[in-house]
């Protein structure tokens, strides 16, 4: 089972919400946060922290009492691989934290304006022809992001980097049917979020449950 978090960071607009949550999160985060030059990104990394806090909370345990590891590519992990494995990602204003006792990748990313000429590069044949296939513009930057959350959730579900993004694998046929992708006999499927102008893919094995849960301000932070 995949639990999965999701974040809208404009509640820490409000300077008392970000002091009290700022305050919570652990050294390391907090120098991340302030390592930020751009106040959204800013927002953006606080939510992140606050998500897994409250992940942890289950567990009876808080972020900043955890040693956190990175992967070759960057993909962050409890150094004692406990209580769980988690995948975090943020755009425009949104946090979203996957955590699942197997493995797990997630992405997510505001619709936006987009050159689809990128989708050339590092999208299949079969993904390349359900973009072109959109009624208008709009409809085809939707499905360039839903394409594109798709596959780089896969390559943090394998810790392999966005690096690896490339067309030598399909994650969606001409028609839009989702399709599984297999690696050493291994299957994974994704799960999809879709609304208020963002896309967002979750990755875990074939077969696993994933559920996405919406979290308040009063869940995320208490005042």
């Not at 930057?141 to 966005?162: C, D, M, N, P, Q």
Request: overall charge negative.
């Amino acid at each position: 089972m995949a639990e999965v978090l999701l974040l809208n960071t404009e509640i820490f607009q409000d300077s008392a919400v970000f002091e009290k949550a700022f305050a919570d999160v652990s050294d390391r985060r907090k120098e991340k946060i302030l390592s930020c030059r751009q106040k959204k990104d800013r927002l953006l990394s606080l939510g992140a922290g606050v998500l897994l806090d409250r992940a942890l909370s289950a567990y009876g345990l808080r972020e900043k009492d955890m040693a956190i590891t990175a992967g070759p590519y960057g993909k962050p992990a409890f150094s004692d691989g406990k209580p769980f494995a988690f995948s975090l990602s943020h755009s425009g204003e949104r946090a979203l934290l996957a955590v699942s006792d197997s493995t797990v990748g997630c992405d997510i990313e505001k619709i936006r304006e987009i050159d689809l000429r990128i989708a050339d590069r590092f999208f299949s044949e079969s993904e390349n022809a359900y973009i072109r296939t959109a009624a208008g513009k709009e409809e085809a930057k939707r499905r360039f992001f839903r394409v594109w959350v798709r596959k780089e959730s896969y390559l943090k579900a394998l810790g392999t980097g966005i690096g690896n993004l490339n067309g030598n694998f399909d994650t969606v046929e001409k028609e839009g049917k989702t399709l599984p992708v297999t690696v050493d006999e291994r299957a994974y499927a994704f799960s999809e979020y879709s609304a208020d102008g963002y896309e967002a893919a979750v990755c875990l094995p074939a077969g696993e449950e994933c559920r996405f849960h919406i979290i308040t301000l009063s869940q995320a932070v208490e005042i």
